[in-house]
């Protein structure tokens, strides 16, 4: 390659780094009908110690934002073809659509049809690979963390329950630190 040329994607090799945790602020819209679109602001997120999942926080500007938890897997395979059945399925849109997916999501207790970006998209799950290759997410995976959550239906993920942390952090509850029962 001489200096004067551009290097491509391909010729960069992808750092690796499990404690970078990639975001991206964007405008998704939801779809009301094809001729109805609303804006709203939305932020996706990425964790090395969650790898298989990308988190897309809908209405950020308000004081609780809606999350919904998505497989980075299946957003990968939507930007070329459609993928994904129930509960979420995202197709690459065509016409007016061009340029964006379509991702559908159904939970209990909402549903939404959001047209996102997919040059956006494809760029965020692209740095999402720099932090955690695809194929490789088993290794970054705390299996033991996973059972602990549930087991003991640990809500805020410190994988110790729910919320069970004392004034100390340990899990005892002597307050002395070293982990033991009162007593």
């Known amino acids: 390659m001489t200096p004067d040329q551009e290097p491509t994607p391909s010729t960069v090799p992808p750092q ?6 990639p975001t991206l602020h964007l405008v998704v819209e939801v779809v009301v009908t094809p001729e109805l679109l609303v804006p709203v602001a939305a932020r996706l997120r990425y964790r090395a110690d969650d790898p298989y999942t990308v988190h ?3 209405h950020v500007d308000l004081p609780e934002p809606v999350t ?8 990968l395979a939507g930007l070329t073809r459609p993928a994904g059945l129930g509960d979420m399925s995202i197709t ?3 016409g ?4 964006h997916v379509l991702l559908s999501l159904h939970g209990e207790e909402a549903s939404a049809l ?3 970006p997919a040059r956006a998209l494809h760029d965020f799950l692209r740095r999402t690979e720099c932090v955690v290759p695809v194929g490789l997410e088993r290794d970054h995976v705390d299996l033991d963390a996973l059972v602990r959550r549930l087991l ?3 809500r805020d993920g410190d994988g110790y329950g729910d919320g069970d942390a004392d004034s100390d ?3 005892g509850g002597d307050g002395d630190g070293d982990g033991d029962e009162p007593g």
Request: one cysteine or more; aromatic letters at 4%; a negative charge.
């Open 16 to 21: 690796r780094c499990a404690t970078t945790r």
């Open 56 to 58: 897309l926080d809908n």
């Open 68 to 75: 919904w938890a998505l497989s980075r897997e299946l957003l």
């Open 92 to 94: 690459p849109g065509d």
């Open 96 to 99: 007016p659509d061009h340029g």
């Open 114 to 116: 959001l047209r996102i």
């Open 152 to 154: 003991h239906g640990d």
């Open 169 to 171: 952090g340990d899990r």
